[in-house]
């Protein structure tokens, strides 16, 4: 026997389990980590990927748009942003000309508090500072319509710019592939209606047929959302990017910057190579933690623990979550979809009317439903729990027992298990 360690909020649950029975003890791979961020950042934008160096891009009197994530990203904004608006400085571009777009997609504004905590008070003090509205119509420009059908409207701060800069961190996402790139145009500054047809390709082009199998984690060719995103930027046809990528720890590891989306694939390749673990064989069991706090701070977040897990157990399998979540219903409109148990109506009904909380829902139900999902959480969440489809668990050593009576009614006695200690950030690739 021998004692594991899961992350759950700011503490770990431990559990004994036979040894010879764990496959995979899923960590990421061995990633460097930054050291100096600022240097990193100043040296990618002078020596960039398929691009001249930014000082070569931007030209004095110019007026420069900025791109950034909003609060609910990590892209260590405050720590590039003030970088890149040195060098702009550096070749004549004053900061009365460069306006920084909060990409908030369809989310809402910042505070003025949430703007310093993402950019860094002196950058709030200095530059103006815009919040997309995906809703105002008015401060939508029109700039065509992608093979898909889409009619791509963007931010009119962005349109109007003589230069587009993007930001962001470049990350696993559960149905854009990845994040980061063209997704700072595409939902980032975008027309509601513009984003929501694009993000209605995640439900599988046949009714009742749940969602689009082609629409996942690391996957970009055939994928159209990805395909989608990547024409509505090339309308816009941006300037330079800078991206950060992150250890599957939440540390930086390099900063890529350059061509909008050659270097951006760059620092997807890179990120696979830290964050993707290559599998030989799905398990019976899956035990995953989305990686702890912040990741579990509510049950919306932390389904993409959900969404990586699946790729590492049998179908009919045993997955075990342990998610903090003392934000559990946050936000509503999500987990009001989450606790619905017809999973046929609520195909139709996310079909006739697309929201992307009631997508997460849906996809993360999907997950579970041929599955014994155990969650360990804290006693005051189980109620809700219960009408998510999972079993609550005050530990993960309850958990463990339980799951073991259900190898027993199976009659498994090879049982096979696998340990997910950041599932969230970790992406297992089975080999074939």
């Not at 420069?64 to 990203?73: E, Q």
């Not at 979550?321 to 509503?332: M, N, R």
């Not at 997508?359 to 599955?371: G, H, L, T």
């Not at 339980?402 to 997910?420: D, F, P, R, S, V």
């Amino acid at each position: 026997m021998k004692k594991y360690f899961l992350p759950i909020g700011k503490r770990q649950e431990e559990v004994l389990l036979p040894e010879e029975h764990v496959i995979y003890d899923i960590h990421g791979n061995e990633a460097k980590i930054c050291s100096d961020v600022v240097t990193a950042t100043r040296e990618a934008i002078r020596k960039p990927v398929a691009s001249k160096p930014l000082r070569e891009v931007v030209h004095a009197g110019e007026t420069v748009a900025i791109i950034i994530s909003d609060i609910t990203r990590l892209c260590g904004t405050s720590e590039i942003l003030p970088v890149i608006v040195e060098e702009l400085n550096s070749i004549g571009v004053k900061d009365e000309e460069i306006t920084v777009v909060v990409a908030t997609g369809t989310h809402r504004g910042h505070t003025h508090e949430e703007d310093i905590t993402v950019c860094g008070e002196a950058m709030v003090k200095r530059l103006k500072i815009v919040q997309h509205d995906s809703r105002k119509s008015e401060d939508m420009v029109s700039l065509g319509k992608t093979s898909f059908g889409n009619d791509v409207a963007i931010n009119k701060y962005v349109a109007n710019a003589d230069r587009v800069i993007l930001t962001g961190a470049v990350t696993l996402h559960p149905f854009a592939g990845f994040g980061g790139g063209r997704k700072a145009v595409m939902p980032g500054v975008a027309a509601y209606d513009s984003i929501m047809l694009n993000h209605c390709m995640t439900m599988s082009p046949v009714e009742g047929g749940g969602c689009n199998a082609a629409c996942d984690a690391s996957l970009l060719e055939g994928n159209p959302i990805h395909q989608d995103m990547k024409e509505a930027a090339a309308l816009l046809n941006p300037d330079f990017l800078v991206n950060t990528v992150f250890t599957s720890d939440g540390e930086i590891s390099e900063i890529v910057a350059g061509h909008w989306y050659e270097a951006w694939l760059k620092g997807c390749q890179d990120l696979l190579a830290m964050s993707g673990v290559h599998i030989k064989e799905l398990a019976d069991v899956v035990i995953a933690s989305a990686g702890g706090y912040p990741k579990d701070l509510n049950l919306y977040q932390a389904t993409k623990c959900h969404m990586n897990a699946q790729f590492a157990v049998k179908k009919g399998g045993i997955m075990i979550f342990t998610l903090d979540c003392p934000d559990i219903k946050e936000p509503a409109i999500f987990t009001d979809c989450f606790s619905r148990n017809d999973l046929e109506q609520f195909e139709k009904d996310i079909r006739a009317n697309f929201t992307i909380p009631a997508f997460v829902a849906f996809k993360a139900r999907s997950i579970i439903k041929d599955a014994t999902a155990y969650l360990v959480t804290r006693p005051e969440n189980f109620d809700f729990v219960r009408r998510t489809g999972h079993i609550p668990c005050k530990s993960l050593a309850e958990a463990w027992e339980l799951a073991q009576e259900k190898l027993a009614q199976q009659g498994k006695e090879n049982y096979t298990i696998t340990i997910m200690g950041h599932g969230s950030a970790t992406l297992p690739i089975l080999d074939k």
